[in-house]
């Protein structure tokens, strides 16, 4: 049987290496995010009221699938909502211009 010596700066280093370990594991989410939300989630998520969010609904900001009504509403697409990247998407129809 072999001794094996362990010194005091190999206890340091092993604390270090085990406090990492536990500092990653804290900073990853334990759980993924769903794919997709329903209506009281993204109120939740963007601090939102009901008529804010119809609003969003309406305007085109906000995308989302209404089955059996109830409206779902991709996590993907409130993400990119948060970062700015979509913009309205609703056509505005200048009333002025005769069309037949």
Same mark, same amino acid.
């Given at each position: 049987m072999a001794v094996?010596?362990?010194?005091?700066?190999d206890l340091q280093e092993f604390g270090k290496n085990l406090?990492?370990?536990?500092?990653?594991?804290?900073?990853?989410?334990?759980?993924?995010?769903k794919k997709w939300l329903k209506t009281y989630q993204v109120k939740?998520?963007?601090k939102i009221s009901d008529n804010t969010l119809q609003t969003l609904r309406d305007n085109?900001?906000?995308?989302f699938t209404k089955?059996?009504?109830?409206? %779902? %509403?991709? %996590?993907e697409d409130i993400n990119r909502v948060l970062?700015?990247?979509?913009?309205?998407?609703?056509i505005k129809?200048?009333?002025?211009?005769?069309v037949a």
């Amino acid at each position: 049987m072999a001794v094996e010596i362990i010194t005091k700066e190999d206890l340091q280093e092993f604390g270090k290496n085990l406090l990492n370990q536990i500092r990653g594991l804290l900073g990853q989410s334990l759980e993924e995010p769903k794919k997709w939300l329903k209506t009281y989630q993204v109120k939740n998520l963007l601090k939102i009221s009901d008529n804010t969010l119809q609003t969003l609904r309406d305007n085109g900001t906000i995308p989302f699938t209404k089955i059996g009504g109830i409206l %779902y %509403y991709n %996590y993907e697409d409130i993400n990119r909502v948060l970062s700015g990247e979509v913009k309205s998407k609703r056509i505005k129809i200048d009333k002025s211009s005769n069309v037949a």
